[in-house]
């Protein structure tokens, strides 16, 4: 799946309500790249993508259940 893919309501939630870095990480993690190769292109540990990755996820879950 790639950003272009993804559903526009879950897009346009995205864009809302994640953090701008959350948003960098997923849409290179949508984009195919490892984590490994995210936390380089970002300059940031594997963790914190990690992290970027979970919190992005539990804010956009959390708007589908509302």
Known sequence: MSWANLHPEIREAA????????????????????????????????STVTSHLWRAKQKL?????A
Do not use: C, F, Y
């Open 15 to 46: 864009e809302r309500d994640l953090s701008p870095r959350q948003l960098d990480v997923l849409k290179l993690h949508l984009a195919g790249r490892s984590m490994r190769q995210i936390a380089l292109a970002l300059d940031i540990a594997p």
């Open 61 to 65: 879950s959390t708007r589908e259940a």
